[in-house]
Protein backbone atom coordinates (compact mmCIF):
# COMPACT_ATOMS: atom_id res chain seq x y z
CA UNK A 1 0.00 0.00 0.00
CA UNK A 2 1.17 3.35 -0.95
CA UNK A 3 1.01 5.78 1.91
CA UNK A 4 2.30 8.71 -0.23
CA UNK A 5 -0.57 8.48 -2.79
CA UNK A 6 -3.29 8.26 0.19
CA UNK A 7 -1.61 10.80 2.19
CA UNK A 8 -2.35 13.06 -1.33
CA UNK A 9 -6.20 12.27 -1.38
CA UNK A 10 -7.63 11.74 2.31
CA UNK A 11 -8.40 15.24 2.58
CA UNK A 12 -11.12 15.21 -0.72
CA UNK A 13 -14.33 13.71 1.15
CA UNK A 14 -13.72 15.63 3.87
CA UNK A 15 -13.29 19.16 2.11
CA UNK A 16 -16.44 17.92 0.10
CA UNK A 17 -18.37 17.17 3.60
CA UNK A 18 -17.58 20.42 4.83
CA UNK A 19 -18.38 22.36 1.64
CA UNK A 20 -21.19 20.96 0.87
CA UNK A 21 -22.27 21.01 4.66
CA UNK A 22 -21.77 24.87 4.85
CA UNK A 23 -23.87 25.01 1.67
CA UNK A 24 -26.80 22.48 2.66
CA UNK A 25 -29.30 24.75 5.13
CA UNK A 26 -29.43 27.85 3.04
CA UNK A 27 -29.91 25.72 -0.27
CA UNK A 28 -32.78 23.72 1.90
CA UNK A 29 -34.13 26.36 3.66
CA UNK A 30 -34.79 28.74 0.22
CA UNK A 31 -35.93 25.17 -1.89
CA UNK A 32 -38.88 24.86 0.93
CA UNK A 33 -39.63 28.16 1.06
CA UNK A 34 -40.10 28.12 -2.37
CA UNK A 35 -41.81 25.10 -2.84
CA UNK A 36 -42.87 23.61 0.31
CA UNK A 37 -44.74 26.09 2.47
CA UNK A 38 -48.86 24.98 2.54
CA UNK A 39 -49.53 27.61 4.94
CA UNK A 40 -47.86 29.75 7.61
CA UNK A 41 -45.85 27.04 9.52
CA UNK A 42 -46.78 24.22 7.89
CA UNK A 43 -44.40 22.49 5.58
CA UNK A 44 -44.74 19.64 2.94
CA UNK A 45 -43.55 16.61 4.00
CA UNK A 46 -43.20 15.60 0.50
CA UNK A 47 -41.12 18.96 -0.33
CA UNK A 48 -38.78 18.48 2.36
CA UNK A 49 -37.92 14.66 1.57
CA UNK A 50 -37.25 15.58 -2.18
CA UNK A 51 -35.10 18.52 -1.58
CA UNK A 52 -33.44 16.47 1.07
CA UNK A 53 -32.59 13.44 -1.33
CA UNK A 54 -31.97 16.08 -4.16
CA UNK A 55 -29.33 18.15 -2.31
CA UNK A 56 -27.47 15.06 -1.13
CA UNK A 57 -27.32 13.42 -4.58
CA UNK A 58 -26.00 16.95 -6.16
CA UNK A 59 -23.46 16.92 -3.58
CA UNK A 60 -22.57 13.71 -4.28
CA UNK A 61 -22.58 13.89 -7.58
CA UNK A 62 -20.66 17.66 -7.64
CA UNK A 63 -17.95 16.14 -5.31
CA UNK A 64 -17.32 13.38 -7.70
CA UNK A 65 -16.86 15.52 -10.76
CA UNK A 66 -14.61 17.96 -9.02
CA UNK A 67 -12.83 16.33 -6.74
CA UNK A 68 -12.79 12.65 -6.31
CA UNK A 69 -13.21 11.73 -11.03
CA UNK A 70 -9.56 10.59 -10.60
CA UNK A 71 -9.66 8.38 -7.69
CA UNK A 72 -9.72 4.83 -7.49
CA UNK A 73 -12.42 3.07 -5.26
CA UNK A 74 -9.65 2.39 -2.57
CA UNK A 75 -8.52 5.89 -2.67
CA UNK A 76 -12.35 6.90 -2.01
CA UNK A 77 -13.06 4.42 0.41
CA UNK A 78 -10.03 5.55 3.04
CA UNK A 79 -11.35 9.45 2.27
CA UNK A 80 -14.99 8.89 2.69
CA UNK A 81 -14.42 6.71 5.62
CA UNK A 82 -12.21 9.60 7.72
CA UNK A 83 -16.15 11.34 7.44
CA UNK A 84 -17.60 8.13 8.50
CA UNK A 85 -15.66 8.30 11.48
CA UNK A 86 -15.98 11.64 12.10
CA UNK A 87 -19.75 11.27 12.37
CA UNK A 88 -19.81 8.44 14.49
CA UNK A 89 -17.36 9.40 16.81
CA UNK A 90 -18.92 12.69 17.17
CA UNK A 91 -21.81 10.90 17.70
CA UNK A 92 -20.81 8.55 20.37
CA UNK A 93 -19.26 11.53 22.34
CA UNK A 94 -22.42 13.67 22.44
CA UNK A 95 -24.24 10.58 23.37
CA UNK A 96 -21.96 9.64 25.81
CA UNK A 97 -21.94 12.97 27.52
CA UNK A 98 -25.85 13.73 27.40
CA UNK A 99 -25.21 16.61 25.82
CA UNK A 100 -28.21 16.53 23.76
CA UNK A 101 -29.87 20.18 24.93
CA UNK A 102 -27.97 23.16 26.01
CA UNK A 103 -24.68 24.37 25.32
CA UNK A 104 -23.48 21.18 25.13
CA UNK A 105 -26.19 20.67 21.90
CA UNK A 106 -25.16 23.93 19.90
CA UNK A 107 -21.55 23.14 20.32
CA UNK A 108 -22.54 19.25 18.96
CA UNK A 109 -24.34 20.64 16.26
CA UNK A 110 -22.16 23.42 15.10
CA UNK A 111 -19.20 20.44 14.64
CA UNK A 112 -21.84 18.33 12.48
CA UNK A 113 -21.52 21.17 10.29
CA UNK A 114 -19.73 18.94 7.65
CA UNK A 115 -22.51 16.31 8.46
CA UNK A 116 -25.78 18.27 7.53
CA UNK A 117 -26.14 16.87 3.73
CA UNK A 118 -26.26 14.01 4.89
CA UNK A 119 -29.34 14.16 6.75
CA UNK A 120 -31.66 12.10 4.08
CA UNK A 121 -31.84 8.52 5.46
CA UNK A 122 -33.20 10.63 8.94
CA UNK A 123 -35.57 12.87 7.05
CA UNK A 124 -37.21 9.55 5.46
CA UNK A 125 -37.26 7.51 8.35
CA UNK A 126 -39.46 11.06 9.85
CA UNK A 127 -41.13 10.88 6.14
CA UNK A 128 -42.38 7.14 6.91
CA UNK A 129 -43.30 7.40 10.39
CA UNK A 130 -45.38 10.88 9.68
CA UNK A 131 -46.97 9.66 6.37
CA UNK A 132 -47.20 5.99 6.74
CA UNK A 133 -46.88 5.14 10.19
CA UNK A 134 -43.66 2.82 9.73
CA UNK A 135 -40.82 2.95 12.28
CA UNK A 136 -37.26 1.73 10.88
CA UNK A 137 -35.05 2.62 13.70
CA UNK A 138 -31.41 2.44 12.08
CA UNK A 139 -32.73 4.35 8.87
CA UNK A 140 -31.87 7.53 10.30
CA UNK A 141 -28.23 6.03 11.52
CA UNK A 142 -27.61 5.11 8.15
CA UNK A 143 -26.74 8.97 7.48
CA UNK A 144 -23.48 8.28 8.77
CA UNK A 145 -22.33 6.01 6.21
CA UNK A 146 -23.93 8.03 3.19
CA UNK A 147 -20.13 8.80 2.08
CA UNK A 148 -19.47 5.48 1.33
CA UNK A 149 -22.25 6.08 -1.88
CA UNK A 150 -18.78 7.49 -3.55
CA UNK A 151 -16.82 4.22 -2.98
CA UNK A 152 -18.70 2.91 -6.32
CA UNK A 153 -18.12 5.69 -8.71
CA UNK A 154 -14.24 5.48 -8.32
CA UNK A 155 -12.04 3.84 -11.05
CA UNK A 156 -11.75 0.30 -10.79
CA UNK A 157 -8.04 0.39 -11.38
CA UNK A 158 -6.38 -0.93 -7.99
CA UNK A 159 -2.99 1.91 -8.43
CA UNK A 160 -2.11 4.23 -10.63
CA UNK A 161 1.13 4.86 -11.12
Not at 43 to 63: K, N, P, Q
Not at 79 to 94: C, D, F, K, P
Request: glycine share 10%.
Amino acid sequence: MDWKKFRNCFWRVPLLAFIAGLLYIPCYVRIVLRFGVIAPGEIDGTVSLLTSGGLMVIFLLAGWLILLRSQTRREIFVSSSLVVAYGLILWAIQMLTGSTTGPGAVFFLRMGTPLEWMNFPSVLSLYLTERIGITVPFLGFLRFFVPWLLVPLGDRGNARG
